[in-house]
C-alpha cells in the first residue's frame, strides 16, 4: 500500500516513509469508526479511498475541500454497499 501512495503523491524518496505509513493506517481507523468491517487494502475501493485520504493530509494540497468531499463520498459508497460493513448484525 505504502507503495502505491507513493506513486498517487508522485513522492520518489523514502523520507516520507514513516509520515506516510502513519497516513496510511489512519486512513484504515477511520474507514472502521465508519463501520467498515476489516478494511483490506488490497481491495480497489478501499485503496483509492485510502490514498485520497492520504492525499488530504499529506503536504499542503492545492484544494483540499474537493479532497475532503471526494474522500467522504467514497467513505460513503463503501458504508452504504454489502460486503463492506455488517450493519443490523447481518453479513454484506
Known sequence: MLG?????????TDAFDGELSDLISAAVADLQIAGITEP????PLIT???ITYCKLHF???ADPARL??????QKAQLQMASGYTDW?????
Open 4 to 12: 502505491k501512495v507513493k506513486t498517487a503523491l508522485r513522492v520518489t
Open 40 to 43: 483490506d487494502t488490497t481491495q
Open 48 to 50: 483509492r479511498a485510502v
Open 59 to 61: 503536504g499542503e494540497p
Open 68 to 73: 475532503k468531499t471526494a474522500y467522504d463520498e
Open 88 to 92: 443490523g448484525g447481518r453479513n454484506g
